[in-house]
């Protein structure tokens, strides 16, 4: 097979822009950076390390984490093709989640981003998988044709490893021989229910870690519908290229809400529309069902509170917002 095109690199540097020379010193012979990295690590941290618009800059601590990073994957793909569980919940959204990331690293290809592409295939598809399977997943089938995508979309910066999985997988020829997969269906609100999750875990954490606060309950408040309400008149303003303060705020007295309440909100809203994009989920009832999740991983009680909610020590239940609800710890 002839290539259909070769791109070609900017420079090779040392760490502070030199030139590699004998002289200079920062030299590392190609047979012996090969064998002493190995060769899918090298081109892995050629693909990573920098956008191929830029120069690179040679770092033999930073490919030696590349190794490490191959060696993980590998390890972590040796322990996937053991599992042999059946279907759940959460094998939609892995699906999706691949999927999306598969998309990333479809339209970063066709503009030579090898390192936005890499970084999906090597580290987000990877973080992917192991939430999976953290989050109780184990569906046989559904682990096997993520993996199989995975191992054909690593194969053009990593071909050997490809190889060694592609024939462990229990796969006939040669994976580089294979079509490139293409991305699915992507359930969009699979994702921001579970990105929902994934966050507010994480803001408990960074509560608990500042606050060095070891809680006994933790409370949370899902947003209130008045804020909800809002959101889908400002995504329908922005459809129509109308999003503003002044007529967000005519429609929400339209509608007759507390103008007070309103503009405060308002006014953060348009601004985090700018970063993100809103769709109405259930937050209340998606979290209500990840309790015992949410509770394993802090280690302790937990209480899913909506805007109906009696019990409220700190007034968290205003502050809480679409898709970040607010937190109060007790200790």
């Known amino acids: 097979h002839w290539p259909r095109g070769i791109f070609v690199n900017w420079w090779v540097t040392q760490q502070q822009g030199e030139k590699i020379s004998k002289s200079k010193g920062g030299a590392e012979p190609i047979p012996g950076a090969s064998k002493k990295y190995g060769v899918d690590t090298m081109r892995l941290y050629y693909a990573h390390a920098a956008s191929p618009f830029v120069d690179v800059e040679w770092n033999g601590d930073a490919v030696?984490?590349?190794?490490?990073?191959?060696i993980r994957i590998w390890n972590f793909f040796e322990k996937l093709i053991k599992v042999d569980g059946g279907k759940s919940r959460i094998d939609e959204w892995l699906i999706s989640a691949f999927n999306k990331e598969l998309k990333s690293v479809e339209e970063a290809m066709k503009e030579y981003e090898f390192r936005k592409a890499s970084n999906s295939i090597y580290f987000n598809v990877y973080s992917i998988l192991q939430w999976y399977i953290r989050r109780g997943g184990g569906n046989k089938d559904a682990i096997r044709d993520v993996v199989e995508k995975w191992i054909k979309a690593m194969a053009p910066f990593t071909p050997?490893?490809?190889?060694?999985?592609?024939?462990?997988?229990?796969?006939?020829?040669?994976?580089?021989?294979?079509?490139?997969?293409?991305?699915?269906?992507?359930?969009?609100?699979?994702?921001?229910?579970?990105?929902?999750?994934?966050k507010t875990i994480n803001d408990i954490e960074e509560i608990k870690k500042v606050t060095k606060i070891q809680p006994k309950k933790v409370f949370i408040y899902v947003a209130p519908q008045w804020k909800w309400k809002i959101v889908e008149i400002a995504n329908e303003l922005k459809k129509e290229g109308?999003?503003?303060?002044?007529?967000?705020?005519?429609?929400?007295?339209?509608?007759?809400?507390?103008?007070?309440?309103?503009?405060?909100?308002?006014?953060?809203?348009?601004?985090?529309?700018?970063?993100?994009?809103?769709?109405?989920?259930?937050?209340?009832?998606?979290?209500k069902e990840a309790k015992e999740f949410i509770e394993k991983e802090i280690g302790c009680e937990v209480e899913i509170m909506d805007e109906n909610a009696t019990y409220d020590p700190a007034s968290k239940k205003e502050q809480a917002m679409p898709l970040r609800p607010a937190i109060y710890i007790e200790s």
Do not use: C, T
């Open 64 to 70: 030696e984490q590349y190794k490490k990073r191959l």
């Open 160 to 198: 050997h490893i490809a190889e060694e999985m592609w024939e462990k997988l229990g796969k006939d020829g040669f994976v580089s021989l294979q079509e490139y997969p293409e991305a699915g269906e992507i359930n969009e609100e699979v994702l921001i229910n579970e990105e929902l999750l994934i």
């Open 242 to 287: 109308k999003l503003n303060m002044k007529n967000l705020m005519a429609e929400a007295k339209k509608i007759g809400m507390d103008m007070k309440k309103a503009s405060k909100y308002a006014a953060k809203l348009i601004e985090d529309m700018k970063k993100m994009e809103f769709k109405r989920v259930n937050e209340f009832d998606y979290l």
